[in-house]
């Protein structure tokens, strides 16, 4: 079956990096791309791009390019997202996704970032 | 982008009602449509991919419908641990998108 486990809550200021960690297990890690969708509070979540199974591709939404960046480690089951330049409005519940494909199968329990001066 | 409508844009309900939930693209999306459950606090947990093919596990009183830029879920009859909220989501094409979201609650 497998889970997703995600790194903890993390409160920066404005202007600093945050980086939000998913550890897989349970399944083989290195044949499912993984995606990040974040999810501002009582909003709709939202995408934010995708890395390639092997770690070798990303695509990144529009909206975060020049701010965001995906890695992988598969030797550690594990992928990272680290997001620059943070706002206030990057407030958000961030969670990984396993694609399955198009669709997302299995989450990770969501990373709450908090942005605040 | 795609955007994506959901109707109604809230729900109640009781337990054993049938409810339908659609959701209506700006394109058509070729069935590249997925349909989560969202409780407060916690992950999407996915329902339906495909536009109408049941995800492992899932109730079999879930299901799916629809083509080109219209779809729909249908839920056969309540249960309780089916109020909470719904997102479609299409990955006809990045960036992806999600509905806005319909919350079932309780009549």
């Known amino acids: 079956q497998g889970q997703i486990v995600q790194s903890g809550a993390e409160v920066k200021k404005p202007g600093a990096s945050v980086k939000v960690s998913c550890k897989a297990s349970?399944?083989?890690?290195?044949?499912?791309?993984m995606h990040w969708v974040r999810q501002a509070p009582g909003q709709r979540p939202e995408w934010m791009g995708w890395i390639t199974a092997g770690g070798d591709n990303t695509k990144i939404s529009q909206k975060f390019q020049g701010r965001v960046t995906f890695s992988r480690d598969i030797s550690a089951s594990t992928v990272h997202m680290e997001l620059r330049s943070l706002r206030s409005e990057d407030t958000a519940v961030y969670f990984c996704?396993?694609?399955?494909?198009?669709?997302?199968?299995?989450w990770g329990q969501g990373t709450m970032v908090t942005v605040s001066s | 982008d795609i955007q994506l409508t959901q109707s109604p844009s809230s729900l109640s309900a009781s337990v054993g009602d049938r409810v339908t939930i659609t959701c209506r693209a700006s394109q058509d999306i070729s069935n590249s449509l997925a349909w989560y459950q969202q409780e407060p606090g916690k992950a999407p947990k996915l329902l339906l991919y495909a536009a109408s093919n049941l995800e492992s596990g899932v109730p079999r009183r879930f299901s799916g419908s629809g083509s080109g830029a219209d779809y729909s879920l249908t839920i056969s009859s309540l249960q309780p641990e089916d109020f909470t909220t719904y997102f479609c989501?299409?990955?006809?094409?990045?960036?992806?998108?999600f509905g806005p979201g319909t919350p079932v609650d309780i009549k």
């Open positions: 989501q299409q990955y006809f094409t990045t960036p992806y998108t």
């Open positions: 349970g399944y083989r890690f290195s044949n499912y791309a």
């Open positions: 996704a396993r694609e399955t494909p198009g669709a997302f199968d299995m």
